[in-house]
């Protein structure tokens, strides 16, 4: 009985934590993290000093670690293309049709209120608590898109989805 008793009030306990996040992959986790710490890039002389770039306040140094750009560089790439260069000229007329009916500068904030409130409307229950598991795929589920319908259903309206084989009819 004592057991019984004791097991309910930690599932109470549990339950009562207010954790709004769902994907909580020990997000209550206290020590370091290894793999934040980058190594700086040696210091180099340049071989002229007057071609060396004006230092800014608050601006990358050409030592500093950029782990992104080492990584596109070392696969072959051009880390040069990592740099926000705005949008592309082929890609203003999709964007001047997306904002034609105007846009809203605070999307993120509107999103990000709606969001606190689903994921506080759907937390997770009393075991999923206790155990720690995540519910995020729960709790996204009425939102979630099955992909073979959707793809059966663009292939039935005559789009051409070359990437994609023809599903299995049931």
């Not at 009030?9 to 994907?23: N, R």
């Not at 790439?77 to 007329?93: E, F, H, K, M, T």
């Amino acid at each position: 009985m004592a057991l019984i008793i004791g097991f309910a009030a930690t599932a109470g306990l549990s339950a009562c934590s207010g954790d709004p996040h769902l994907m909580n992959i020990k997000s209550g986790q206290s020590s370091p993290d290894e793999f934040a710490i980058l190594p700086s890039k040696p210091l180099t002389m340049p071989p002229d000093l007057a071609v060396l770039p004006a230092p800014t306040p608050g601006g990358g140094n050409i030592t500093d670690p950029t782990p992104q750009a080492d990584a596109v560089a070392a696969l072959g790439g051009n880390p040069g293309r990592l740099v926000d260069q705005g949008i592309a000229a082929s890609d203003q007329a999709l964007v001047a049709h997306a904002a034609r009916r105007g846009s809203d500068p605070a999307i993120r904030a509107t999103l990000a209120e709606a969001d606190l409130r689903w994921r506080s409307r759907n937390a997770r229950r009393p075991l999923e608590a206790l155990f720690g598991t995540s519910v995020y795929q729960r709790a996204y589920r009425p939102m979630a898109l099955d992909s073979r319908t959707e793809q059966l259903r663009w292939q039935r309206a005559g789009a051409r989805t070359s990437t994609s084989p023809a599903p299995d009819v049931e």
